[in-house]
């Protein structure tokens, strides 16, 4: 999500050199993807970045550029980050989950210690209880959370210790009109043993919570990895997703004609249902021009 800053050159020679490299490499980037009027944004998508996937960047950096070529939000931040982002006139469109310490001392509301089990439940409730407000007071709308590993549980078993524990900070959240989001994650390759792993999983539980301030984020990444017919899932199921994240597949890199989607195409689904939120970059940039590569990705899903 950062990007690497510049290195310091001395002397004449060696400032022509990275002169002429910046210029070539600006040609490029605009052979690629046109002038900066054409990347200015069609309107039918919100665009945002996540920016784990720039650890070298600065949030200031990332918004500065970012602007230019049509993203309004930087998702996973914390509320200590709200400020950078009004600075940029940018949104958080996905805060990133409170945690805090379990009865054992270690931490929960991560990715793998979470809602599935009761006994997180009452400092679960408590981070949430605190973050609600916070998050709605700076005028964001979605918090994310997680189910937690499976650790030998029963799918139907963490589905219900999920909802009995959601259900509890649901007034809370219809009151603040925060939409707590739980991501749809793989277990085959990045997070082994994640519970929610399923969009069909998560659509349960989404009418065990019976609630429209708690939705999915629907990972088009993950959920291609674990069970593809990735269209069809979005077409019939788009009621219950709040945001979405993208990714290259195989090997979670540019989502152009290096890997194996048709994000274009994803795209057009996502906006034929009438989804107003936001399309987040969540692909780790392989090549060296990290923020060309973010530039192409908002292009690709700019339909």
Same mark, same amino acid.
């Given at each position: ?6 290195? *310091? ?13 910046? $210029?070539?490499?600006?040609?490029? &980037? ?18 945002? #970045?996540?920016?784990? @996937? ?12 970012? !602007? ?15 400020? $950078? ?7 958080? #469109?996905?805060? *990133? *989950?409170?945690?805090? !310490? ?11 210690? %979470? ?8 400092? &679960? ?10 998050? %709605? ?25 999920? %909802? ?27 997070? !082994?043993? +994640?519970?929610?792993?399923? $969009? ?15 939705? &999915?984020? +629907? ?47 994803? %795209?057009?689904?996502?906006?034929? $249902? ?5 399309? #987040? ?11 060309? *590569? ?6 690709? @899903?700019?339909?």
């Amino acid at each position: 999500m950062t990007i690497h800053s510049q290195t *310091s050159r001395r002397g004449f020679l060696r400032h022509s050199a990275a002169a002429s490299a910046i $210029t070539l490499t600006a040609i490029s &980037l605009e052979n690629r993807l046109g002038a900066a009027d054409a990347v200015a944004g069609k309107g039918n998508i919100n665009h945002s #970045a996540c920016k784990w @996937c720039y650890p070298n960047v600065s949030l200031d950096e990332l918004c500065t550029a970012g !602007k230019e070529f049509g993203l309004t939000s930087v998702d996973l931040l914390r509320p200590n980050d709200f400020p $950078t982002l009004k600075k940029h006139g940018m949104t958080c #469109a996905m805060v *990133s *989950s409170p945690t805090a !310490k379990g009865t054992d001392g270690k931490q929960v509301g991560g990715i793998t210690r %979470a809602w599935n089990r009761t006994e997180y439940h009452d400092a &679960l409730v408590e981070a949430y209880e605190k973050d609600i407000p916070t998050v %709605a007071n700076a005028g964001l709308t979605n918090l994310i959370c997680f189910s937690g590993n499976r650790d030998g549980m029963d799918d139907e078993l963490g589905l219900q210790n999920c %909802a009995k524990g959601l259900k509890r900070i649901m007034p809370l959240a219809e009151k603040h009109n925060v939409v707590i989001t739980m991501e749809l994650l793989n277990s085959k390759v990045n997070h !082994k043993d +994640y519970m929610c792993d399923h $969009t069909a999983w998560g659509v349960e539980l989404c009418k065990a919570v019976g609630s429209e301030n708690f939705k &999915l984020l +629907y990972d088009i990444y993950h959920m291609q990895i674990m069970e593809g017919d990735v269209i069809a899932t979005i077409k019939s199921n788009h009621q219950y997703f709040s945001h979405y994240h993208t990714g290259g597949v195989p090997g979670r890199n540019e989502i152009d004609d290096t890997q194996e989607l048709n994000y274009a195409a994803i %795209a057009r689904a996502i906006v034929a $249902t009438g989804f107003k939120g936001h399309v #987040a970059q969540e692909f780790i940039p392989a090549r060296e021009d990290k923020l060309a *590569s973010l530039r192409q990705g908002v292009e690709i @899903c700019d339909v």
